[in-house]
């Protein structure tokens, strides 16, 4: 299995990737290019390693029914507030949050297996 310290070389090793794949990214498309989104993939990858070893059971398919819940009262909470949905305005915040939401249950779990 993965072990805390291998994680942490992913996580730095994805990370530098993609600071040198910005500097070549043209500027338009380099004020665009968030390196805290494109790193939830591989923060879900230990996630899921680190849950399946210290847990025995991958804590992934709870996050992800958790936050499907969490879009469709965001919606509902949208269209009754304000009448209307704007999806950039939806998808950005929703998006967001899951951020955090993950980078939240990584920090725990990361502990947990040193």
């Known amino acids: 299995m993965m072990?805390?310290?291998y994680q942490?070389?992913?996580?730095?090793g994805v990370f530098l990737f993609l600071?040198?794949?910005k500097k070549f990214l043209p500027i338009r498309i380099r004020r665009k290019f968030r390196i805290s989104e494109l790193m939830v993939i591989?923060?879900?990858y230990c996630i899921f390693m680190t849950?399946?070893?210290q847990?025995?059971?991958s804590v992934i398919p709870f996050l992800f029914f958790g936050l499907g819940l969490l879009g469709i009262m965001m919606t509902?909470?949208?269209a009754f507030i304000e009448g209307e949905i704007i999806y950039r305005t939806f998808f950005r915040s929703y998006f967001h949050f899951c951020e955090?939401?993950?980078?939240?249950?990584?920090?725990p779990l990361f502990i947990f297996s040193i």
């Not at 993950?102 to 920090?107: E, K």
């Open 8 to 12: 942490v070389l992913l996580i730095l």
């Open 3 to 5: 072990s805390w310290y």
């Open 100 to 107: 955090l939401v993950i980078y939240v249950l990584f920090i």
């Open 76 to 78: 509902l909470v949208y």
């Open 51 to 53: 849950s399946l070893t």
């Open 55 to 57: 847990l025995e059971l």
């Open 42 to 44: 591989p923060v879900l």
């Open 19 to 21: 600071m040198v794949l």
